[in-house]
């Protein structure tokens, strides 16, 4: 199974930026490689539901919830096996736990059924 660990969040005041990084491993030799998957980003707040932020396909295609357009950007390193969520203009409803995500097939199927679950996450705060 694939191991994702996220990293970069922190506490920052409205406007403020940060990038969050999500680096893959755990691959099988002769199976799927990182520039092969679909990769994204989740966040949950206390009394929310998780909620999908971005995605990034396997191509470089990506896609934003509409809280986030224009503020928000994914990208990938596929040498580094990493996908990055850079935050910029945060605002206080941004505030959540941050999870990354893998999807091997694509078109909204994610390989784990609640993404927002079992996972590290980072947190974002933003204040006031």
């Known amino acids: 199974d694939l191991r994702l660990m996220e990293s970069g969040g922190d506490s920052v005041q409205a406007g403020g930026s940060l990038r969050l990084t999500c680096t893959v491993s755990?691959?099988?030799?002769?199976?799927?490689?990182?520039?092969?998957?679909?990769m994204g980003w989740y966040r949950q707040a206390p009394g929310k539901r998780c909620e999908l932020v971005s995605a990034?396909?396997?191509?470089?295609?990506?896609d934003y919830t509409d809280s986030v357009k224009g503020r928000f950007t994914i990208s990938r390193d596929n040498a580094k096996n990493r996908v990055y969520l850079q935050l910029n203009g945060l605002k206080p409803e941004d505030t959540a736990k941050y999870y990354c995500?893998?999807?091997?097939?694509?078109?909204?199927?994610?390989?784990?059924?609640?993404?927002?679950?079992g996972g590290q996450g980072t947190q974002v705060t933003v204040t006031s």
């Open positions: 990034i396909s396997n191509t470089g295609s990506t």
């Open positions: 995500a893998a999807s091997h097939e694509g078109g909204g199927a994610w390989d784990s059924l609640d993404p927002c679950y």
């Open positions: 755990g691959f099988t030799f002769g199976g799927f490689t990182f520039d092969e998957i679909h």
